[in-house]
């Protein structure tokens, strides 16, 4: 895999990660009210985990079960931590995700950001992932723009030069829905980042740089009393010159939950 795809491979996985995580959608405008974010030990969620295509339909045999529980409370950077497990039935695998509700804001720790691709150093390592205080479409920042190092164009790609990427993260909160859970109507508020990045191309021989802007945005709702009931990455493709590179989108909808 080329340096390119490792790094927005890991942009997609970070989103999913952030926001961690086919009903019917009935969108409307009012703001609501209510727990949004269970914290009881043993509490758990059972998530049904798909890819998408261009067209956001469902690509078969990509499916996948999470099961995410609460197992217990900790303290990190002077803040009372709900601890989530996430297992994968397909890649036997379990991730520990760290979230913390104050105010009716959800917050996730930023260090799942400190790596080759995205060295952010702070002391302030909490980001809000949701504000349930916003009116519909209002927005806040989570990265401003920030240069990442440059690193050569893969050769894969039959063509040499430089990348450097910039990136960005933006929330915004969205829309009221209400979204069918265990064959009942739940009342749900979406939540949407947007994993803007602008990458300079400079070719070898061309005095010009391409400037390619594209974003990747996820989308995620929750249910009252419930907590996350879906996820969504949307699908994206980029043009690199003469080659366009396509990722899948990825869908998690809630099969089954119990709140203790």
Not at 12 to 20: G, Q, V
Not at 41 to 65: A, C, Q
Request: aromatic fraction near 10%; charge should be negative; proline fraction near 4%.
């Amino acid at each position: 895999m080329s340096s390119l795809k490792i790094l927005l491979a890991f942009i997609t996985a970070s989103l999913s990660f952030i926001i961690f995580s086919c009903s019917e959608d009935n969108s409307t405008s009012n703001n609501v009210s209510g727990d949004f974010f269970p914290t009881s030990k043993g509490s758990y969620w059972k998530f049904l985990s798909y890819e998408l295509d261009s067209n956001s339909v469902r690509i078969p045999e990509t499916e996948d079960t999470i099961i995410t529980t609460i197992v217990g409370t900790t303290t990190i950077a002077g803040k009372n931590v709900t601890v989530f497990a996430e297992s994968s039935s397909k890649n036997q695998s379990t991730d520990t995700i760290y979230l913390v509700e104050e105010n009716n804001k959800i917050f996730t720790f930023l260090s799942l950001f400190n790596n080759d691709f995205i060295p952010i150093e702070s002391n302030d390592q909490w980001v809000m992932i949701a504000d349930f205080n916003l009116s519909p479409g209002n927005q806040w920042t989570i990265l401003n723009d920030t240069t990442l190092e440059t690193f050569d164009i893969p050769p894969d790609l039959g063509f040499s030069g430089t990348m450097t990427p910039t990136i960005s993260i933006k929330g915004r909160k969205g829309d009221n829905s209400i979204i069918q859970v265990k064959g009942k109507n739940v009342q749900a508020q979406e939540f949407i980042i947007t994993f803007a990045m602008k990458i300079k191309v400079q070719i070898s021989g061309v005095p010009l740089p391409v400037n390619l802007d594209f974003n990747v945005v996820t989308h995620s709702w929750y249910g009252e009393n419930i907590g996350q009931i879906r996820s969504q990455t949307d699908p994206f493709s980029i043009n690199i010159v003469v080659q366009k590179i396509n990722f899948n989108g990825s869908r998690s909808e809630l099969l089954d939950y119990n709140i203790k």
